[in-house]
């Protein structure tokens, strides 16, 4: 699929991964539709890419504001046949804490978001995808999600965030294969380290010591590298149904 002739969706598109697939398909001449619940940034960089670039306030758990996103894109553009999604959250607790056991409602939001909410968004947005009218391949439409290195090498106090990433790693193959009959790819990339919002909170050594657990290169991902993975899968036709590491080769440690 030509990025050029692409309308892509962004969940969790006003920053860190997001931010960087809408940078580089604007750059590439797609149109992009910003979905995020921070309408600030959304609008700002909305602003700042300029052209054919939009920003839809979307709570991707939300049936009906996730349905008045795609309405708004669907205005704008009158289609969409990427979709993008990398809305999620990471939350540190373990099973039993200092307190006692880990709040049944902390590792249910996680999993509310970062699972139940990437298929929220895939199930509105197939439903529209599948009147798009194929390439000469075929393809209608690119679903790409965001699981993580957790989903495989889950640390101590990762038990909600690896879950609700393991399950993201476990559809992708029995979407593929429904999507397939109606020429729809669906693909999942799992980062490892990355240099996003969720590390940047911590302080610049304990970020430095982290990439250097990574064997090659030695140094946190940078978004922009998530991104070029992106629109390779865009690019590539053959890609499908598949969980692709973009980690440098680490294998997290227990704690």
Do not use: W
Not at 171 to 188: F, I, K, Q, S, W
Not at 238 to 255: S, T, W
Request: proline share 5%; aromatic share 4%.
């Amino acid at each position: 699929m030509r990025l050029s002739d692409c309308v892509a969706v962004v969940t969790g598109g006003a920053s860190g991964l997001g931010e960087a697939c809408v940078r580089e398909l604007a750059d590439a001449g797609a149109k992009v539709a910003i979905f995020d619940l921070d309408e600030q940034r959304g609008e700002k960089l909305a602003a700042e890419l300029g052209g054919h670039i939009i920003f839809a306030r979307a709570d991707v758990t939300g049936d009906e504001s996730v349905q008045d996103a795609i309405r708004k894109t669907m205005t704008a553009f009158g289609g969409f046949n990427v979709v993008i999604n990398c809305a999620g959250i990471g939350v540190a607790c373990k099973a039993l804490t200092k307190k006692g056991p880990m709040p049944l409602a902390e590792f249910n939001r996680v999993v509310q978001i970062n699972l139940v909410g990437t298929f929220n968004v895939i199930r509105l947005a197939l439903e529209q995808m599948v009147r798009n009218t194929p390439n000469g391949e075929g393809e209608r439409g690119v679903i790409i999600n965001t699981a993580s290195a957790a989903a495989f090498d889950g640390q101590v106090g990762q038990p909600a965030y690896s879950a609700s990433k393991a399950g993201v790693v476990g559809m992708t193959l029995p979407l593929a294969r429904e999507c397939a009959d109606y020429g729809v790819r669906v693909m999942t990339i799992a980062p490892g380290l990355f240099n996003t919002p969720m590390l940047a909170l911590l302080p610049e050594a304990v970020r430095e010591a982290l990439g250097k657990m990574v064997p090659f290169p030695q140094r946190l991902g940078r978004p922009c590298e998530y991104a070029m993975l992106a629109r390779h899968i865009i690019e590539n036709p053959m890609l499908n149904g598949e969980v692709i590491r973009l980690d440098g080769a680490i294998r997290m440690a227990p704690k």
